[in-house]
């Protein structure tokens, strides 16, 4: 883990939803595992990843990055991600959410990562006690969430989306928030979700949930052989689909060497299509 300069985003579109309370540092970034992260984030913004026209079929997918909400890993879960979206024709927006604050020193924010990873991990030994993971108050999260969906509406004629079409896709930390949105959120009507490699625990199903495409691999630190999730959407007679790869990790995005979890993007292109997303 070592620090870098800030990235440019010549077209991230600041959300205006406000920052941080107590936030005792500004937002930097740094690299890990080869990826650029970015923590202490309070401007939440949205950067367009439009297909181009020749390609554009109208649909639309905003993209949240995972980072246990202390950080966000914007390279190998937002831009790659959403570039190859763009790249089949479908509008994708990368969704830089405000965050927990941490330490400003980057040895200490390495002992709170460590930390969130433990506090995240399965807590119980015992095969018929499903893990306790901590809940965090996402109120902030949430409000970045709607107003994506929002701007995305405000400009879905100049950007080409189909208003009916839009659907939200998240990583880990990211998944998390494409769940809660989806279960909590008046605001936003999503046509369908995509939470990879996210929490498994059972959840109270709205009626008008949207169709779900899940995916994680079987060795990820995170998973605990939970299906919480599937079998509530499920019993709730919505459509689901669950990939699960016997290996890939944790933190994969779009894939890794060698690892079967690597078809899990080309499984979700064809499951839009064969739902005529």
Do not use: C
């Not at 930097?28 to 439009?50: C, E, H, K, V, Y």
């Not at 905003?62 to 937002?78: D, Q």
């Not at 509406?153 to 100049?158: F, G, Q, R, V």
């Not at 933190?251 to 993007?265: A, E, R, V, Y």
């Amino acid at each position: 883990m070592y620090l870098i300069d800030a990235p440019e985003e010549p077209n991230a579109i600041p959300l205006e939803t406000g920052g941080v309370d107590n936030q005792p540092a500004s937002e930097s970034w740094f690299r890990q595992w080869g990826d650029p992260m970015a923590r202490n984030i309070t401007t939440a913004t949205l950067t367009p990843f439009l297909a181009a026209p020749k390609k554009a079929n109208g649909l639309s997918v905003i993209v949240a990055p995972g980072g246990g909400f202390r950080w966000l890993s914007l390279g190998n879960e937002g831009w790659e991600v959403a570039q190859a979206l763009a790249d089949k024709g479908i509008n994708a927006f990368v969704l830089k959410y405000r965050l927990q604050p941490t330490a400003d020193k980057l040895v200490d924010f390495e002992t709170q990562m460590n930390q969130r990873f433990a506090e995240a991990a399965p807590s119980s030994d015992d095969a018929d006690t499903p893990p306790r993971r901590p809940r965090w108050n996402l109120s902030n999260q949430l409000e970045d969430a709607e107003a994506a969906y929002a701007l995305i509406l405000k400009n879905a004629e100049k950007w080409g989306v189909d208003e009916k079409r839009i659907g939200m896709i998240g990583f880990s930390a990211g998944a998390g928030l494409t769940m809660h949105t989806t279960l909590h959120s008046k605001k936003v009507n999503l046509a369908f979700i995509g939470p990879i490699y996210g929490g498994m625990g059972p959840v109270d199903v709205p009626k008008n949930a949207p169709p779900m495409f899940a995916a994680l691999a079987t060795d990820d630190f995170l998973f605990n052989g939970e299906f919480g999730v599937i079998k509530s959407w499920y019993d709730a007679k919505i459509p689901v689909e669950l990939h699960l790869y016997q290996n890939g990790g944790h933190g994969f995005g779009l894939g890794n060497p060698d690892k079967t979890s690597n078809k899990w993007f080309d499984a979700f292109l064809y499951w839009l299509e064969v739902n005529k997303f």
